[in-house]
């Protein structure tokens, strides 16, 4: 059973452009992660969500809890932001975190 | 604070052999959680250790264990290898005040990649 799914899977940007990927999941959350993980493996935590919305510099993470969706924006996106971007839930009562299979993202300069 | 560490960070295995990987986890941290990464399933949640004690536990077979020591470090093994189990092993810590907080934000380590032959 797939809690979580993410949207694009695969996703090719000019550099400059707004960026928007988006994550549904099944069930009742705890939380929502959006992580960052660059070729090579490491993982990179960039927003916890439990609602409403969250804004670090260019990354903007909102999170609509009645209809289970939540959204990660990237404002004008540069080279750099080239990663795979994974949503992660951590689902009431199951103490454990389930994840999305991932976007990938490129940004061409 | 230094982050999470894993070591080693790469390991090559034959089918067979057991394995154990290594995780520091920040300090201050008392949760550790292990996750195993393929291409084919992508991230899946192993167990998560806490106070030295295995918390949470996910969905994989029992060749698969791990230990929390008294500094919070902690350690996964892996036995009987299996070609199947070549994957990116995350660990991540995160601070728990207590035992049955529900979630706190989690900071990953670098992984180690292990290959099977």
């Known amino acids: 059973k797939n809690e979580v799914e993410q949207s694009p899977q695969n996703l090719t940007a000019q550099e400059g452009e707004f960026i928007t990927i988006n994550c549904s999941y099944s069930?009742?959350?705890?939380?929502l992660h959006w992580l960052q993980q660059h070729p090579g493996g490491g993982i990179v935590s960039l927003f916890m969500l439990s609602s409403g919305k969250k804004k670090h510099g260019r990354l903007i993470a909102t999170i609509n809890i009645q209809e289970k969706h939540s959204s990660l924006h990237i404002t004008a996106s540069h080279p750099r932001d080239s990663a795979v971007y994974i949503c992660?839930?951590?689902?009431?009562?199951?103490?454990?975190?389930?994840f999305g299979t991932g976007t990938s993202l490129t940004v061409i300069p | 604070k230094a982050g999470v560490t894993q070591t080693p960070r790469y390991l090559i295995k034959t089918r067979g052999q057991q394995v154990t990987l290594s995780c520091s986890p920040i300090?201050?941290?008392?949760?550790v959680s292990w996750y195993q990464q393929t291409p084919g399933q992508g991230l899946q949640f192993l167990f998560e250790?806490?106070?030295?004690?295995?918390?949470n536990k996910g969905n994989f077979p029992g060749r698969f264990s791990g230990r929390q020591f008294s500094n919070s470090r902690s350690e996964m093994n892996v036995s009987t290898l299996e070609l199947g189990d070549s994957a990116l092993y995350l660990c991540?810590?995160?601070?728990?005040?207590?035992?049955?907080?529900?979630?706190?934000?989690?900071?990953f380590g670098p992984g180690t990649r292990l290959t099977v032959l």
């Open positions: 991540a810590s995160s601070f728990s005040p207590k035992a049955g907080a529900p979630y706190n934000e989690q900071f």
């Open positions: 300090s201050g941290h008392r949760s």
């Open positions: 250790y806490f106070s030295e004690t295995q918390r």
């Open positions: 069930v009742g959350i705890s939380a």
């Open positions: 992660a839930v951590f689902l009431r009562g199951e103490a454990q975190f389930y």
